[in-house]
């Protein structure tokens, strides 16, 4: 059975703290990975990709770890409109492929 | 604009009245998915399609049916809808890139 597992939180951080979510997956076929950004009963909208030489984009870093089946995602100076939910999504094969969601991480960024 | 259109994005309806959410993208995707979100329970998948005439089960597929007859559209159709159907849907596509563009969501109440 594919899973995607993760903490669900909340996380509560003050301004400017850094924080880091990790993400396990069951699914060792697994080819591509990814973080997307939940904002309260909206459309998730994707936050960034994961490589496997990790990858980062302003205050956000995304790493993969294939050999554990886990990938993170660390935000630095955090910012209250980084209050949201986190979700993890793993794209994996089947006869085609197919994508995956982890629960996703409650984050609220307090003042 | 490239978009994800789902219809109706509010509805109101009695247990066993049949109704069918729409769900149109645009930009000539192979894949396409629903999704229902409940509290507490993330996003679970409902049908998925890697292509046109190709559909298959997602995790909670029950009480719900779907097509696909044309790459645009992905219409999830629910026969008899019962109570425990209440729930926000969402709709969307991805050209295999890993970046799924959702449409904005319907909030569906079955009385």
């Known amino acids: 059975r594919k899973e995607v597992e993760q903490d669900p939180g909340p996380f509560n951080v003050p301004e400017g703290a850094t924080v880091a979510f990790n993400c396990t997956y069951s699914?060792?076929?697994?080819?591509?990975f990814f973080w997307y950004r939940q904002d309260c009963r909206k459309e998730p909208k994707l936050l960034m990709s994961v490589y496997s030489s990790g990858n980062e984009d302003g205050r956000f870093t995304a790493q993969l770890n294939r050999a554990s089946q886990y990938i993170s995602l660390l935000i630095r100076d955090s910012k209250l409109s980084d209050s949201a939910t986190y979700l993890c999504?793993?794209?994996?094969?089947?006869?085609?492929?197919?994508?995956?969601f982890g629960p996703g991480t409650r984050l609220s960024v307090l003042p | 604009e490239a978009q994800v259109t789902q219809n109706p994005r509010y509805l109101i309806t009695v247990t066993g009245k049949k109704l069918t959410v729409t769900c149109s993208q645009n930009?000539?995707?192979?894949?396409m998915s629903w999704y229902r979100q409940d509290p507490g329970l993330g996003l679970r998948q409902i049908y998925y399609?890697?292509?046109?005439?190709?559909?298959d089960k997602g995790d909670v597929p029950e009480g719900y049916k779907v097509s696909r007859k044309e790459k645009r559209n992905f219409p999830l159709i629910l026969e008899s809808p019962s109570p425990n159907q209440t729930s926000l849907y969402f709709c969307?596509?991805?050209?295999?890139?890993?970046?799924?563009?959702f449409g904005e969501g319907s909030r569906l109440t079955v009385l």
């Open positions: 699914n060792s076929a697994s080819q591509s």
């Open positions: 999504v793993v794209n994996e094969p089947n006869y085609g492929q197919n994508f995956v």
């Open positions: 930009m000539n995707h192979e894949y």
């Open positions: 969307a596509s991805s050209p295999y890139t890993g970046e799924l563009f």
């Open positions: 399609s890697m292509n046109v005439e190709v559909t």
